[in-house]
T-cell receptor, first 110, second 112 residues
Framework: NAGVTQTPKFQVLKTGQSMTLQCAQD?????MSWYRQDPGMGLRLIHY???????DQGEVPNGYNVSRSTTEDFPLRLLSAAPSQTSVYFC?????????FGEGSWLTVV | SQQGEEDPQALSIQEGENATMNCSYK?????LQWYRQNSGRGLVHLIL?????REKHSGRLRVTLDTSKKSSSLLITASRAADTASYFC????????????FGKGTKLTVNP
């Protein structure tokens, strides 16, 4: 049972480039979320989804897009990377109050 | 917005001692959760306490919740070097488990 899988684990981008962080879960969870974590901070919610075809914005959505075409996958797209998006990104899936996090994706924008 | 605020920001203790971390939050909640994050890793769920519960135990962990003060505490008894990690509280004040609001965390160091 893989749980929540994020790829890539590390990525360096140049300002203005676009990329997609992949997130997949094999637990058939309806809820999935993306958070970012900055130094000395907790996690802040970027986007979330309560089921296939349904997404909504969290606390810090600007500069990011998501889609949820299947229950399993919830990719996060950076449209035009900025240095302020240098962060660690965590994907999570949940059912009720049971929440599982991926191992994180370290993104550096130069 | 940061719903939970942990206190202290950093805590250093010796193995065998108890570690207490506190979390305060601002609005009404359905439940509060504590997570652990080892350096460079994802978050691991430790324990959940519902708003109608006052205390909960899980192994060496003891969590209390005071909804009148909007605060929670996490006690780790007989700490071990392996407990070294950052600990975060998270609340569901803005929805369900898909919309958790995290505090900034307490960095715990347990010295052998």
């Amino acid at each position: 049972n893989a749980g929540v899988t994020q790829t890539p684990k590390f990525q360096v981008l140049k300002t203005g480039q676009s990329m997609t962080l992949q997130c997949a879960q094999d637990m058939n969870h309806e809820y999935m979320s993306w958070y970012r974590q900055d130094p000395g901070m907790g996690l802040r919610l970027i986007h979330y989804s309560v089921g296939a075809g349904i997404t909504d914005q969290g606390e810090v959505p600007n500069g990011y897009n998501v889609s949820r075409s299947t229950t399993e996958d919830f990719p996060l797209r950076l449209l035009s990377a900025a240095p302020s998006q240098t962060s660690v990104y965590f994907c999570a899936s949940s059912w009720g109050n049971t929440i599982y996090f991926g191992e994180g994706s370290w993104l550096t924008v130069v | 917005s940061q719903q939970g605020e942990e206190d202290p920001q950093a805590l250093s203790i010796q193995e065998g001692e108890n570690a207490t971390m506190n979390c305060s939050y601002k609005t009404s909640i359905n439940n509060l959760q504590w997570y652990r994050q080892n350096s460079g890793r994802g978050l691991v769920h430790l324990i959940l306490i519902r708003s109608n519960e006052r205390e909960k135990h899980s192994g060496r962990l003891r969590v209390t919740l005071d909804t009148s003060k909007k605060s929670s505490s996490l006690l780790i008894t007989a700490s071990r070097a392996a407990d070294t990690a950052s600990y975060f509280c998270a609340t569901d004040a803005e929805g369900g488990s898909e919309k958790l609001v995290f505090g900034k965390g307490t960095k715990l160091t347990v010295n052998p």
